[in-house]
């Protein structure tokens, strides 16, 4: 009987669990094309566990915001009238640049005008490891959600679709370090490959040496991979370096504050369909965006 | 009843880990709640608990992750073995040594899995000393203040019952 316990053969036991998952990832580097079984079933799985936990944190959230903040909410209430008040006369200078604006896009006739369909979707966890940058999503397949589409928040671009279940799906962030996309400086339209660093911090790879780069200049997509679509907002230049006429270590701050997102919007349309110029491409899932 | 302990361990971590930490610690998560928990299993239970629950746990958040199944439980499952081995070969009840054993687990843990990915050539990892470190230094409070209060949690409840016995 003492043979069949494996608790007297740790050394066997270790071995196997060792062998078990070298096997496992082996499985996986040599036919990374779909999603594994095994990761939709546990993600879907646990993105109930997800949920419910949320759920119950965002009870005792919305407890203390009714029942103990009452008095801050209505000092806000001042500030935001005030605040209206001086949004509205922005709105009319704004409404009268947006004219000039859309006059001079027509005649010019640049380009088509962008209709995207968006979803909004709550965050309902945050990334399981620190290793990885994701967040999930109450969205999933059963509401039109894919992979690959592009999630975005009203400051600015968040990240992209790369596993939906039926009711969740997860989102890999733009600061992963697995993550990229195709980004240009709006000021001089000096295009590049931003890349996430894993930090909170995001870097524009391939910059020509000639562009024009200023510290502050606004980083928006450029669209070019096919699956941001194009001039939403990444952030600003916080520092650079050139080295030998090249640029180097083009670091972004990113307008979207990663840690406090709440509710996202998917973009249901992809840019292409949109009337976009750029083309899908076919790249496994995860690595779709992937770092060169 | 050891194993539902685990698994409920397990799983609080994983909530807590992906509920909490992201608002704690502002997006960069510098803890690793999962690994903490593995640890404190094995040095509690012993080097196979330590290995199975670090197999587990590594498997459920590699495949809430975005990157390869398999590589954060071998990583999680070795330095539960390790953990729980030494935990059984020397005394590790005081501070200190609890201390170095959570510091070393992090660094231990962060180099597998760093190394396989950096082997496999599927990910890099351009100077990751400081939040090695940080995530090493981070796991180590959690995991003392863990060990602190479940340890405390026996002699509250007795001192709670002396106190109620005294009164009658």
């Known amino acids: 009987m003492a043979l069949l316990d494996l608790r007297q ?13 070298i096997l496992l990832i082996s499985a996986q580097v040599n036919t990374r094309r779909g999603v594994p079984l095994l990761e939709a079933v546990t993600f879907g799985a646990f993105a109930e566990v997800q949920r419910v936990a949320t759920s119950a944190i ?3 959230r919305d407890g203390w915001t009714n029942y103990f903040a009452l008095q ?20 009319q200078q704004e409404q009268a ?5 859309r006059t001079l896009q027509q005649l010019l006739d640049l380009r088509s005008s962008i209709k995207l369909s968006t979803m909004a979707a709550a965050v309902i966890a945050g990334g399981a490891s620190p290793e990885f940058r994701t967040i999930t999503i109450d969205k999933g397949t059963g509401d039109g959600i894919a992979t690959d589409m592009a999630v ?18 997860k989102v890999q962030l733009l600061i992963d370090r697995d993550a990229a996309a195709g980004a240009l400086i709006e000021r001089s339209r000096a295009q590049g490959v931003l890349v996430g660093t894993g930090t909170e911090r995001l870097r ?21 991979e096919g699956i941001y679509p194009k001039g939403f907002a990444i952030g600003q230049i916080e520092s650079f370096e050139r080295r030998a006429g090249e640029f180097a270590a083009v670091m972004i701050r990113p307008a979207v504050e990663f840690s406090n997102l709440e509710v996202v919007l998917v973009v ?25 | 009843m050891r194993a539902a302990g685990v698994l409920i361990a397990i799983a609080l971590a994983l909530a807590l880990q992906t509920t909490l930490a992201r608002f704690v610690v502002g997006g960069t998560a510098a803890i690793d709640l999962v690994l903490v928990a593995v640890v404190y299993i094995a040095l509690t239970s012993g080097p196979v608990s330590g290995m199975l629950s670090g197999s587990v746990a590594g498997l459920i958040q590699d495949s809430l992750s975005s990157g390869l199944l398999g ?12 953990v729980g081995f030494l935990g059984q070969q020397f005394i590790v009840t005081a501070a200190l040594p609890r201390l170095v054993i959570f510091v070393g687990a992090t660094v231990g843990h962060q180099a597998l899995f760093m190394g396989i990915y950096v082997l496999l050539q599927q990910r890099t990892f351009p100077s990751p000393w400081k939040a090695v470190a940080t995530q090493a230094l981070g796991n180590a409070i959690v995991g003392m203040i863990a060990f602190a209060v479940v340890e405390s949690f026996p002699g509250m409840m007795e001192r709670r019952r002396a106190g109620r016995r005294s009164r009658h």
């Open chain 1, 9 to 21: 053969r740790t050394g066997w036991l270790f071995m196997a669990v060792t062998v078990g998952h």
């Open chain 1, 58 to 60: 965002g009870s005792v």
């Open chain 1, 72 to 91: 801050e909410i209505r000092r806000e209430n001042v500030e935001l009238r005030d605040e209206v008040a001086k949004l509205r006369v922005g709105l």
């Open chain 1, 97 to 101: 640049l947006s004219q000039q604006t």
């Open chain 1, 152 to 169: 975005i928040s009203p400051v600015g671009v968040v990240g992209r679709i790369v596993l939906p279940t039926s009711r969740a799906a």
């Open chain 1, 204 to 224: 524009l790879d391939h910059v020509p040496g000639t562009a024009d780069v200023k510290v502050g200049d606004r980083v928006v997509t450029s669209g070019i």
């Open chain 1, 268 to 292: 249901v349309t992809a840019p292409a369909d949109a009337g976009g110029r750029a083309k899908k491409t076919e790249t496994a899932p995860s690595k779709a965006t992937g770092a060169p």
């Open chain 2, 71 to 82: 590589i954060g439980g071998l990583a999680k499952a070795t330095v539960g073995f390790i």
